[in-house]
């Protein structure tokens, strides 16, 4: 039961760094400084988030993602830019929670994070992308606060309830697996509408949708 409370936990936080990981890593900072968080002895160099170093830098890392995650367009420029960062922090955090143990369970701990991570920030950019395409903003922040809120309790229940956590992972990556294609179809065919648009030229049907009308008809 250790094994698996232990791979929940790491994954559950794997998933919400690959979304937010500046506010994963303040969250549960600030959870384990006042005491409101209690990591398993196995994830027991999770304390070190706790210092007053990191909580700071965390926080201001944090304070400057908040801001541009509800700008519309600079979001998108901003989950480009975390592509690998967001992995490679949920790796870096998972090899420091598990401190000295085995070379070979630590590499797969953080190839694990690591990979769990990608998939959350595949799934959060290309959401963000698709929603960006509308030209109101009020749906954008909707989404990045719902997101804000998702980290949190998604970083409580990996530590609190790491069984369920691999539970909610598991299921959250099998949806990943099968919406990303489409989301990044979606997104494609909106830039191709908007290309389309401003050059004037009329957007062919897919194979299946029918023949277009012809220009004038």
């Known amino acids: 039961m250790d ?29 384990i400084r006042l005491g409101l968080l209690h990591p398993a002895r196995p994830l027991a160099g999770l304390d070190v988030l706790a210092s007053t170093p990191i909580l700071i830098i965390a926080g201001v890392a944090y304070v400057i993602e908040f801001l541009a995650d509800k ?31 085995d070379p070979a369970l630590k590499v797969g701990a953080i190839l694990l994070a690591g990979s769990i991570a990608f998939s959350g920030h595949s799934a959060k950019a290309g959401t963000r992308a698709l929603i960006n395409q509308s030209p ?11 997101e804000d809120g998702l980290v949190a309790g998604g970083a409580w229940l990996a530590l609190s309830h790491p069984v369920v956590a691999l539970v909610v992972v598991l299921v959250a990556v099998g949806l990943v697996i099968w919406l990303v294609p489409r ?12 290309r389309r648009f401003f050059t004037g ?17």
């Open 71 to 101: 700008i519309p367009f600079v979001d998108t420029a901003w989950d480009m830019l975390h592509t690998f960062i967001r992995p490679v922090g949920a790796a870096v955090l998972a090899a420091t929670a598990l401190g000295p143990i």
């Open 201 to 217: 030229k009329a957007l062919q049907p897919e194979a299946g949708e029918g023949p277009g009308v012809p220009a004038g008809h």
């Open 136 to 146: 109101e903003p009020f749906t954008n922040i909707g989404a990045s606060l719902a």
């Open 3 to 31: 094994t698996i409370s232990t791979l929940g936990s790491l994954m559950g936080l794997g998933l919400v760094s690959g979304i937010r990981l500046y506010s994963t890593v303040l969250v549960v900072g600030l959870g």
């Open 183 to 194: 989301i990044v179809r979606l997104v494609r065919r909106e830039i191709e509408h908007l």
